[in-house]
């Protein structure tokens, strides 16, 4: 029996990761900028994260997680997946060739790793009076390992349909000292981490991007506490689930 290859998570930053398993390396999200309006960046991207990557993979149309100049820095060949609806405005804005748009359930195989969307529960637009479409979370399944990225969601139904995953990339805070419907804070990304059965949990989504004025004093708080919050929330309500804290550019074999 042939055995697996090495795999390795790197939380770039925000929603990005760098999922490297099966000989593929797909990159979610991709916000690649030091300046997003007026969001700043705290730590610079690893131009490292960006060499080798095979396809992106888009959860929902916010700004924040796609962003069309950040694509356009992967090139116009890369292969994108995003939701359903999304294609068009992908292909006009940021001059992407190959897009290719899912519905929750739909799979696609990259190399030789299958990609899995997923429902999510987030807003749908992207604002103001933007194009819509249905949020998507991803998993990710290759060499024997599942992955799941939750993209931008809070807790729903149809995610205990996802388990077991070896490893879930979920969301615990966002770029301001308050969040909005749709998140999960890192209470309730523990309960999802229990609800996926997921044996390896990487919080994510959290110490990237805060508004400049915020930071005019210093480096805000939000930009450090969530981990510590949902390793503790961790041990009440997935206490067989292991955490991984990476800091924005960090990696971790899995």
Known sequence: MTAPRRAAIQYVGHATTLVDVGGVRLLTDPL???????????VKVDAGALRGVDAVLISHLHYDHLDL???QKLGRDMPVIAPRGAGALIRRKAGIKNVVELRAGEEIAIGEVTVRATTAAHDTGRMPLGTQAEPLGYVIEGDGRSVYFAGDTDLFDEMADLAPVDVALLPIWGWGPTMGPGHMDPARAAQAAATLGARLAIPIHWGTYYPIHLGMQGPPVFLKTPPAIFEEAIREYAPTTGVCVLQPGEA???
């Open 69 to 71: 100049p950040s694509l």
């Open 32 to 42: 690649l900028r030091n300046r997003v309006a007026h969001l700043r960046r705290a």
């Open 252 to 254: 971790t074999a899995i």
